[in-house]
């Protein structure tokens, strides 16, 4: 089993930056991909950003593109999202995912571990 813990959220103004860290415990031999989900109220969970974890590959969705960077990090098992020039819009709960395959899946069903979540508000 595989446990996601993470930590980072809070409250900002719109333009400021956040960093989001997600650390994996447990069994970890089998991660291969790590992820960042984000849901607002009363909407669907939507994909933020993959990366693998151990070469230099990622995935972004297009609304966070050129603003948000997902660093793995397989020594410490650890992924971050760094988030700059936020806006009312990234407001939500952002959840860490963790998968074994080596694609960079979008879709929830593609991620077998799940954090528990960290709240992002960003005030206009």
């Known amino acids: 089993q595989v446990q996601l813990t993470e930590s980072g959220g809070g409250l900002v103004q719109a333009g400021e930056s956040l960093t989001l860290s997600c650390e994996a415990s447990?069994?970890?031999?089998?991660?291969?991909?790590m992820a960042w989900f984000r849901q607002a109220p009363g909407k669907e969970r939507e994909f933020v950003a993959a990366?693998?974890?151990?070469?230099?590959?990622?995935n972004y969705a297009d609304s966070v593109q050129g603003r948000f960077t997902i660093i793995g990090d397989y020594v410490k098992n650890t992924v971050t999202l760094q988030m700059d020039n936020l806006t009312s819009e990234d407001s939500a709960i952002y959840y860490c995912a963790a998968a074994g395959q080596f694609a960079l899946p979008t879709r929830i069903t593609a991620y077998d571990y799940w954090g528990q979540g960290t709240q992002v508000t960003v005030s206009s």
């Open positions: 990366s693998r974890w151990t070469i230099n590959r990622t």
């Open positions: 447990g069994v970890t031999s089998g991660i291969r991909i």
